[in-house]
């Protein structure tokens, strides 16, 4: 079986991440995903005049986090959300996972 391409696991990915409430994420992680979504779909990061007018704290950070990876491509950019989401993804399963375990670990002892 051929693997995927990149855009084809790049656009997986993006519909992996949909589903991830973004409250549950640290935000380091939220900008960095930001930035590796930001560069691999727009590339280098270029401010117009009208966003720097626009000026608030919040896009100051994310603009922060894009401009700290503009030195990766975009093909890297990919790769690089595509592994985070899936570290995200997998670990958020494991847990899901752990808690049903546990669930039915204690619900069957009190049937007992």
């Known amino acids: 079986m051929a693997e995927k391409d990149l ?4 656009q997986e990915a993006v519909e ?6 973004q409250a549950s994420l640290p935000q380091d992680v939220q ?5 590796y979504y930001k560069h691999a ?5 270029i401010v117009s ?16 986090a894009w401009m700290q990876i503009s030195h990766l491509s975009i093909d890297e ?3 690089l959300y595509i592994k985070n ?8 399963k494991k847990i899901s996972h ?3 375990c546990t669930f039915f670990f204690f619900s069957t002892t009190y049937i007992l």
């Open 7 to 10: 855009d084809t696991r790049f």
């Open 77 to 79: 950019a990919k790769e």
């Open 85 to 92: 989401i899936l570290e995200i993804h997998n670990s958020r």
């Open 98 to 100: 752990e808690k049903n």
């Open 41 to 45: 779909t727009s590339g280098n990061n």
């Open 49 to 64: 005049p009208n966003q720097m007018l626009n000026f608030d704290l919040r896009n100051a950070f994310k603009t922060n």
């Open 16 to 21: 992996i991440a949909e589903t991830i409430p």
């Open 31 to 35: 900008l960095r995903l930001y930035a």
